[in-house]
């Protein structure tokens, strides 16, 4: 699997697991675009690289959307993602990401029945040699 897939599919897997605690459907967690079918609450995670994959190390921006129409839930689901990757030190197979928590807010959406927050983390990933 290439680094990108697997980095994708360890930040999927995380958020996955807020499913059972916060209400959030099957479908509820995407990668950068959500299911046309996607219900309330729902997450949808993109990542950029910032710097050149030939240092050795790739730094990722990882922002975490979250989309309710309840700001108590989203506020929750946004301090539920800060505990799940702040610090967050992820070895798998190929690679080695740490995650660090770098700001959080609510972004004005123009249906003002919908919260939308943004959650965002620096990604620091190793790729593993041995």
């Given at each position: 699997m290439?680094?990108?897939?697997?980095?994708?599919?360890?930040?999927?897997?995380?958020?996955?697991?807020?499913?059972?605690t916060?209400?959030?459907?099957?479908?509820g967690?995407?990668y950068?675009?959500?299911d046309?079918?996607?219900?309330f609450?729902?997450?949808?995670?993109?990542?950029?690289?910032?710097?050149?994959?030939?240092?050795?190390?790739?730094?990722?921006?990882?922002?975490?959307?979250?989309?309710?129409?309840?700001?108590?839930?989203?506020?929750d689901?946004?301090?539920?993602?800060?505990?799940?990757?702040?610090?967050k030190?992820?070895?798998?197979?190929g690679i080695l990401?740490?995650?660090?928590?770098?700001?959080a807010?609510?972004?004005?959406?123009?249906d003002?029945?919908?919260?939308?927050?943004?959650?965002?983390?620096e990604?620091?990933?190793?790729?593993?040699?041995?």
């Amino acid at each position: 699997m290439g680094i990108t897939n697997e980095l994708r599919k360890v930040i999927k897997t995380a958020l996955d697991t807020l499913k059972t605690t916060h209400g959030i459907a099957d479908n509820g967690v995407s990668y950068r675009l959500a299911d046309p079918d996607v219900v309330f609450p729902h997450i949808v995670f993109d990542f950029t690289t910032m710097t050149p994959m030939d240092m050795g190390r790739e730094d990722y921006t990882l922002d975490v959307d979250i989309w309710t129409k309840d700001e108590a839930a989203a506020l929750d689901l946004q301090d539920a993602i800060i505990d799940l990757f702040s610090f967050k030190n992820d070895p798998q197979t190929g690679i080695l990401p740490t995650f660090y928590f770098t700001s959080a807010g609510q972004v004005e959406d123009p249906d003002k029945t919908i919260c939308h927050y943004v959650v965002r983390f620096e990604t620091q990933n190793y790729r593993r040699t041995t």
